[in-house]
C-alpha cells in the first residue's frame, strides 16, 4: 500500500545527510511555503484590480460589499498565514487550505456571470453594448475578461495549497527530527563526524585509485 507520508518525505530514514538537511530548518526560514503564500496574493490583487474595474451597474448591490470585504479578509488572512508557515507552525496551512477552497468556489460567481453576461449573479443580462473592461490600457472582451479572472483564481489557489503542502511537510519534519533529537535517538554531532569519515575515506579512495 502506497504511504503518503513517506512518499513526501515526512517519515525517512534519518541517515546522516538527512539529519544535518533537516538540522538545517531549525536555524532558516520555510521560504518556499511562505513565498507561495505571497505569490497567491500577487494573483488575489491582479484579479480585484480587473474586477473592479468593470463598469457594470447590476454589480451595485450588496453582494459587492460582502465581495469586497472577503478580498480584504483573504489578503490579511493569508499575509499573516504566510509567517506562520515561515516558522514552521503547520496550523497555518488550515485557513490556506480555506481560503484556496473559497477562490475556487468564487469562479462560479462574478466569472462565470461575465461569460454568461448576465443572468446568473444579476436578474437579467447586461447590456454588452457598451461593454469595455480596460486592463493594463488594453481593452478586453467579456469572455476575455471571464477568462483572465478565472485564471487568477485558480493560479491563486493553486499557491495556496502548494504552500500549505510545503509548510505541512517540512513543519511535520522539523517536529519529528525535535522530537528524535530530544530523546537521544539521533546526534548532529555524531551525524556530522560520520559525514566527514564518509568524506574523508572517498578522497581517499580519489587518491589511491590516481
Not at 38 to 48: D, H, I, R, S, T
Not at 131 to 155: K, P, Q
Request: glycine share 6%.
Amino acid at each position: 500500500m502506497l504511504d503518503l507520508s513517506k512518499l513526501f518525505g515526512i517519515k525517512q530514514d534519518m541517515d546522516s545527510k538527512s539529519v544535518i538537511h533537516i538540522d538545517v530548518y531549525r536555524y532558516k526560514r520555510n521560504k518556499l511555503a511562505s513565498g507561495l503564500a505571497l505569490l497567491a496574493l500577487v494573483f488575489e490583487c491582479l484579479y480585484f484590480m480587473l474586477f473592479y474595474s468593470l463598469r457594470v451597474s447590476q454589480y451595485y448591490t450588496a453582494l459587492i460589499g460582502f465581495d469586497i470585504v472577503l478580498n480584504l479578509a483573504v489578503l490579511l488572512i493569508v499575509f499573516l498565514s504566510s509567517e506562520g508557515v515561515k516558522g514552521y507552525n503547520k496550523k497555518y496551512c488550515i485557513p490556506l487550505l480555506v481560503i484556496a477552497v473559497i477562490q475556487i468556489a468564487r469562479i462560479f460567481l462574478y466569472p462565470m456571470d461575465i461569460a454568461a453576461q448576465g443572468g446568473i449573479i444579476t436578474d437579467g443580462a447586461y447590456d454588452m453594448a457598451s461593454w469595455s473592461a480596460w486592463y493594463f490600457g488594453t481593452a478586453l472582451s467579456s469572455g476575455a475578461t471571464s477568462a483572465i479572472l478565472i485564471i487568477y483564481l485558480v493560479a491563486s489557489a493553486a499557491c495556496l495549497v502548494a504552500s500549505a503542502i510545503f509548510g505541512y511537510i517540512r513543519a511535520t519534519q522539523l517536529e519529528i527530527f525535535t522530537k528524535k533529537l530530544q530523546d537521544g535517538t539521533i546526534s548532529v554531532d555524531e551525524s556530522l563526524a560520520e559525514l566527514d569519515r564518509e568524506e574523508k575515506a572517498a578522497m581517499n579512495t580519489e587518491v589511491t585509485n590516481a
